[in-house]
């Protein structure tokens, strides 16, 4: 019966990544072709070269990419900067803690013992979080948000990865019971993927319901 749950468990976490890995990589192949039907590239039933248009399409398409950002509102930065960089350091922490398991370093990381203590990465995770967090309020700038939301979202990240620990109260990280902190991560960022959506669909809904008001 145990091991019938930890199946479903394992299949959960692989399901919860895969839906992950799939609604980015949708998104991504949205928007190159669609850059590439209305962008300067020839489509590839009108040219022999299909590579050298490919390649076109893709610079066109992180330039739209780049002036998107620069013309996106603050609030809506601020919100991608969160998820983006929150993703990022999950898989970083994951990949650089799995390399600290056969080697003492890995860059500038390695396991760190004040004592008899471990100092996990949650720890700086939390402190980083928290001080983003207090600049943010104590500044009140919303032109800072963007910038502010990449720390927080790294905090988040080192914090969130440990997640399991925190619950267990022990160190569950590479045991079945760690699953609990991918598990926890994944549905964070689909909420934040969601909230980004969600922001980008209501103000349009403003241009347009409340152009006259």
């Given at each position: 019966m145990r091991r019938r749950a930890r199946l479903e468990t394992d299949r959960r976490t692989f399901a919860l990544g895969g839906l992950a890995a799939a609604g980015l990589a949708a998104a991504v192949a949205a928007e190159y072709g669609r850059v590439w039907r209305r962008g300067s590239a020839p489509l590839p039933q009108e040219t022999d070269d299909v590579l050298s248009a490919a390649?076109?399409?893709?610079?066109?398409?992180?330039?739209?990419?780049?002036?998107?950002?620069?013309?996106?509102?603050?609030?809506?930065?601020?919100?991608?900067?969160?998820?983006?960089?929150?993703?990022?350091?999950?898989?970083?922490?994951?990949?650089?803690t799995y390399l600290l398991r056969t080697r003492r370093t890995v860059g500038p990381f390695r396991n760190l013992t004040v004592g008899r203590r471990r100092i996990h990465h949650f720890v700086p995770g939390i402190v980083?979080?928290?001080?983003?967090?207090?600049?943010?309020?104590?500044?009140?700038?919303?032109?800072?948000?963007?910038?502010?939301?990449?720390?927080?979202?790294?905090?988040?990240?080192?914090?969130?990865?440990?997640?399991?620990?925190?619950?267990?109260?022990?160190?569950v990280y590479w045991t079945r019971e760690g699953i609990l902190s991918v598990q926890i991560t994944l549905s964070v960022i689909a909420i934040l993927?969601?909230?980004?959506?969600?922001?980008?669909?209501l103000r349009r809904g403003e241009r347009v319901v409340l152009k006259g008001a």
């Open positions: 390649e076109a399409a893709a610079v066109e398409t992180a330039a739209v990419a780049r002036v998107g950002y620069r013309e996106t509102p603050p609030r809506e930065n601020a919100l991608f900067n969160l998820l983006s960089s929150f993703a990022a350091t999950f898989l970083a922490a994951r990949g650089t980083i979080g928290f001080a983003a967090g207090a600049v943010a309020i104590v500044t009140n700038d919303e032109t800072l948000e963007p910038r502010l939301a990449v720390p927080f979202g790294v905090g988040m990240g080192l914090t969130l990865d440990e997640s399991a620990l925190l619950l267990e109260l022990e160190d993927a969601s909230l980004a959506l969600g922001l980008r669909f």
